[in-house]
């Protein structure tokens, strides 16, 4: 099979001492959903910042063959979009247009490419008509479509989400997970909403406390219960899900 | 929460909201410099400057009384600092007058010009104008967050009061300075998370821009027929006193 993301024995320590991962390894396949659940603070936020280089590691992650390293930042950052927690970290421009149009002007695109590749990722988030609107103005849902736009602007191979229906309601929430199941990309989910991973994902990795506790498909996984029990991903001592 | 108090007014349309953003910043700025720069004892010049801004506040159709209400705001400041004018020097009165009077005709055009024009075109016209990136940055973001924390504030002083906010004087204080640390530090962690938002969409310090503005056959009439009632007013100002 295709490796598109290999991780291996990867740890991390923050500047403060706080041990966020420790020998973490992780292969994940092309076209692949795989689904990255644990409580808060397991982690995965940390894990995902690798994936695009923001946190260094000394060539424990290879994106498409290659190591993460100064040289193909650009390169990687374009492949990996990544899909942060908080819309409102996500969009800092004055304008929709401005804030999708931000990686592509960044790579250096040409006007015309800008303008499509905007039209492009509006559409496919189903926000087209929202271009001279600010962020502010929006509702939560729709602030998290801006949010993929900005990312699916640059055309990325793998599109990694942090928390995509947190906060969300119901509606909202499952007007996204009809929009991550119709992607073709490889799609790499860190949540704790077992909903969205049921619908989603077919692979689910486990992290509690910086470590993969286990690994393997979404059924097997979720119908673990004592394993969800385990790692507060279910309530303690019931049966149903 | 909705807020539009910095550019109220800017989306409806007029003769004066169509003109381009450069125009109307550049006829600003010399309505400012003639404003400031006529001699305390043209009197009658600031009559033509206030029939000219009247003018143009007539033909933007923003409600007069917006307009009004906004410009006294800067009143305080202005007596601060003039207040004392009059005890101090010879023909004193009159130039505190002049003073206030041209701080009001300013201020008159400065809010005539953000009740006409969009925050994001009035940015993308600074930019156009050679104003240093990192000016406009700035600005830009300080237009999209201070919604965001305008509402982080409401929200901290509603869960004070919810916690029955009392007691001296003293512990008020205390209870104001501390929501102030917080809301800083706050912004302080959102501006890393922004900033790493951006380094995933491949900002490297510095930002292609794109070019959405066109001078319009409007623009040159309302720039050679404000220019010369401008000088009209200057020449009127200097024979006339």
Not at chain 1, 108 to 113: D, N
Request: glycine share 8%; hydrophobic share 45%; proline share 4%.
């Amino acid at each position: 099979m295709n490796e598109v993301i290999k991780i291996e024995n990867l740890s991390f320590i923050y500047p403060d001492g706080q041990s966020a991962l420790s020998d973490v390894s992780l292969t994940i396949h092309l076209g692949e959903r795989v689904a990255l659940v644990g409580p808060n603070g397991a982690g995965k936020t940390t894990l995902l910042l690798h994936l695009n280089g923001i946190l260094p590691s000394n060539g424990q992650v290879k994106v498409f063959g290659s190591a993460v390293m100064d040289g193909n930042l650009k390169e990687v950052r374009r492949r990996v979009g990544l899909v942060f927690q908080n819309p409102d970290d996500q969009l800092f421009s004055p304008t929709v247009f401005d804030d999708v149009a931000f990686g592509p002007i960044n790579l250096g695109y040409s006007e015309a490419e800008v303008r499509q590749s905007v039209a492009q990722a509006l559409r496919w988030v189903g926000m087209t008509g929202f271009e001279k609107r600010s962020p502010h103005h929006l509702s939560l849902g729709e602030k998290k479509r801006i949010a993929i736009a900005t990312v699916l602007s640059m055309s990325p191979e793998i599109l990694v989400l942090d928390e995509p229906t947190a906060n969300l309601d119901p509606r909202s929430k499952w007007a996204l997970i009809s929009l991550l199941k119709r992607s073709t990309m490889t799609l790499i989910i860190a949540c704790h909403d077992l909903e969205l991973v049921r619908a989603v994902c077919q692979r689910v990795v486990i992290i509690d406390q910086g470590r993969i506790i286990a690994e393997g498909s979404t059924e097997n996984i979720l119908g673990d219960m004592p394993l969800l029990q385990a790692h507060g991903l279910a309530p303690d001592g019931s049966k149903t899900a | 929460m909705k807020h539009s108090f910095i550019d109220q007014y800017s989306d409806s349309n007029s003769v004066i909201h169509r003109l381009d953003p450069r125009t109307k910043f550049l006829a600003t700025l010399a309505f400012i410099l003639a404003v400031t720069l006529t001699p305390p004892h043209h009197g009658q010049a600031f009559w033509v400057y206030f029939a000219l801004v009247s003018v143009l506040i007539l033909l933007s159709r923003v409600p007069v009384l917006h307009i009004l209400k906004r410009s006294l705001v800067i009143m305080p400041f202005v007596l601060l600092v003039a207040i004392f004018v009059p005890f101090l020097k010879e023909n004193g009165l009159q130039l505190f007058l002049t003073v206030v009077v041209k701080a009001w005709l300013s201020i008159l055009s400065l809010v005539l010009l953000m009740a006409t024009t969009k925050i994001p075109s009035l940015l993308e016209g600074l930019e156009w104008l050679r104003l240093p990136r990192v000016m406009v940055m700035i600005l830009s973001f300080m237009y999209r967050y201070i919604f965001v924390l305008v509402d982080e504030v409401m929200r901290m002083r509603q869960a004070r009061d919810s916690r029955n906010f009392g007691g001296s004087r003293w512990w008020q204080l205390k209870t104001i300075g501390s929501m102030v640390g917080t809301l800083f530090i706050r912004s302080y962690e959102r501006g890393e998370r922004v900033y790493v938002a951006m380094l995933s969409r491949g900002f490297e310090g510095h930002s292609r821009t794109r070019e959405n503005l066109g001078f319009k056959l409007a623009d040159a009439y309302f720039g050679i027929s404000f220019g010369l009632a401008l000088f009209l007013a200057g020449v009127f100002g200097f024979w006339g006193g």
